[in-house]
């Protein structure tokens, strides 16, 4: 069994470390440190994004994030002309003499990906592999030459050199999740990957009974019940850790007991795992199927 470290923030928007989580985040800063990006892939709602910024935090520099979406582009990661600059001088001091001076000057943004490769920052990219691959192999350049290179600018120079403070860490789904593109491999090469996947129940109450003020034996309770139906689920979907924390709040601001035979509980899980545990399953009303399965692990869920 994991044991808690006796020192937890208690601030419930921060992320509860327990002896694994601590293992995992040290070992890979000294990954960062020696300059190797990293990679987080998993389950949804497995705690990658919230990983990734605890480990960012770690290394003390400014925090860039951006997140993967199909319409990102070079000119998001770059940058971009935004307008145009106009300035006009009037020289009429001499009365017999007329000056008259106008220049026009286009004006440019840097991307984030620029602005944290030029100032040595951490970019956080959540959830790159909803980028376009072609929109990401920027990042081949970044992590084999150490350049970033300006393609598709009108700036004069062809790259900037990347700061030697810089470092990336990655978060991603697996490629069977909607919305996701393949990654090229060279990109997957470069890159520490570690697996991120469901904690076991104990581990999985322990963060809910920090993050909503819950007893340990309510919060497994509650976990050891979406565990229990996302064994129905294939590898990789069924609710996470997302859903039961989303039960322990919700059932603690209405004032909902956690007891698997209160109809007022059973509807709020019905609420919140029906829709993902009916995608589960093959049947020909998927959702009242879920719901009947929902009621039975209620029945069977213990708190002691
Ligand atoms: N160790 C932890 N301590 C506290 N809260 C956590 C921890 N791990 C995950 N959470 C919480 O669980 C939820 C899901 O976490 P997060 O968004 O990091 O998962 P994810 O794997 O990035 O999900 P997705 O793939 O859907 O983006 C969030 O509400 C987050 O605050």
Redesign the pocket.
């Known amino acids: 069994m994991t044991v808690l470290k006796k020192e937890i923030n208690r601030n419930s928007k921060s992320?509860?470390?327990d002896e694994r989580?601590e293992d995992l985040l040290s070992r890979s800063l000294q990954y960062l440190k020696a300059g190797y990006p990293i990679h987080f892939t998993?389950p949804?709602?497995?705690?990658?994004?919230?990983?990734a910024l605890a480990l960012a935090k770690r290394r003390k520099k400014p925090v860039m994030l951006i997140h993967g979406n199909h319409e990102l582009n070079n000119k998001d990661l770059i940058g971009d002309f935004t307008g145009y600059t106009s300035k006009k001088v009037v020289d009429n001091y001499v009365r017999s003499v007329y000056k008259r001076d106008e220049s026009i000057t286009e004006t440019w943004r840097d991307g984030r990906l620029l602005e944290a490769v030029k100032n040595g920052y951490t970019l956080v990219y959540d959830?790159f592999t909803r980028s376009r691959p072609t929109t990401n192999n920027i990042f081949l350049s970044i992590l084999e030459e150490g350049i970033l290179p300006l393609y598709g600018t009108k700036l004069t120079e062809p790259f900037v050199r990347v700061h030697p403070d810089f470092a990336v860490i990655f978060?991603s789904?697996p490629d069977e999740y909607a919305g996701v593109y393949q990654t090229q491999d060279a990109l997957l090469d470069r890159l520490i990957t570690l697996y991120?996947d469901h904690k076991d129940s104990g581990r999985e109450a322990a963060?809910i009974s920090e993050?909503v003020d819950l007893d340990k034996k309510r919060a497994m309770a509650i976990t050891t019940l979406v565990a229990e139906l996302r064994r129905e689920c294939k590898a990789d979907s069924g609710p996470?850790?997302?859903a039961s924390?989303m039960i322990a709040k919700l059932a603690a601001e209405g004032e909902i007991p956690i007891d698997g035979s209160d109809s007022a509980f059973q509807r709020l899980c019905m609420d919140i795992l029906g829709h993902q545990v009916s995608r589960c399953i093959e049947s020909d009303q998927p959702l009242e199927t879920a719901e009947k399965m929902i009621i039975k692990a209620c029945h069977n869920m213990k708190v002691t």
Do not use: A, D, F, H
């Open positions: 992320m509860v470390q989580t998993g949804s709602g497995t705690g990658k994004t919230s990983l959830e978060t789904n991120i963060i993050k996470s850790l997302r924390l």
